[in-house]
């Protein structure tokens, strides 16, 4: 009976020092990895600004090639939305919040039940044809092991990210040898162009629809 009242009182114990330790820690967290890619910043920008070829560098994707990704109207630049569900991987979205050529993409993502993050992707030329990017991922874990989550949140995705730059740095260097800086440019600006024209048409679509049932309405209406 003492050992079983001493193995509750231990675990009560255990469980307010685990509380009291998240509520003083920073809940806020950074995680940043840079590497230098010998391709202009243009190049690579295409290769962060296109959600789709997230699939060839993502670090998540090969560590759970199962994983399911769906992919929204739009994956070129601002406003554009992927999903993604797997075993290892978890379940969650992203959307392109920002897009500054050639230096900058932030893409807000949404965990679900885990909370939400940004990432962020700053490119620079290097003055010798190549450049460099740094990745950073930030946010604040919310509840009262925030701190805890937080202070494991670096250790656990700095890895990540060292893979995924090493191959972004491979499929960028490769694509700037394929098709050369302005060929890159312009399949990238023809695919956001494309989305462009679609998102228009869609605008169109439903506009003419809502005009159309608004005139029915109106008819409807003289009729009685």
Aim: glycine share 14%.
């Amino acid at each position: 009976m003492k050992a079983i009242k001493f193995l509750v009182v231990t675990l009560v114990a255990l469980v307010v020092v685990a509380l009291a330790g998240g509520a003083l820690l920073d809940p806020d967290y950074r995680v940043a990895r840079q590497t230098t890619i010998a391709a202009p910043a243009l190049v690579v920008f295409t290769q962060i600004n296109d959600l789709r070829r997230w699939e060839g560098w993502s670090p998540w994707k090969a560590m759970d090639p199962a994983m399911v990704l769906t992919y929204g109207a739009r994956t070129v630049g601002k406003g554009g939305t992927y999903s993604w569900s797997g075993r290892k991987a978890g379940a969650g979205s992203g959307t392109i919040a920002q897009s500054r050529l050639p230096s900058q993409v932030v893409v807000a993502l949404d965990f679900g039940d885990s909370g939400t993050g940004t990432a962020q992707f700053d490119l620079a030329d290097d003055g010798a044809g190549g450049s460099t990017v740094v990745w950073t991922f930030f946010g604040r874990h919310e509840g009262p092991l925030g701190g805890w989550l937080a202070l494991i949140t670096e250790p656990m995705f700095g890895p990540q990210f060292e893979r995924g730059l090493a191959a972004l740095k491979a499929q960028a260097e490769a694509e700037s040898q394929r098709a050369g800086t302005l060929g890159t440019v312009a399949e990238h600006v023809l695919r956001a162009a494309g989305q462009d024209i679609a998102d228009a048409m869609r605008g169109a679509g439903e506009a003419a629809k809502r005009a159309s049932e608004e005139a029915a309405k109106a008819m409807e209406g003289a009729g009685r």
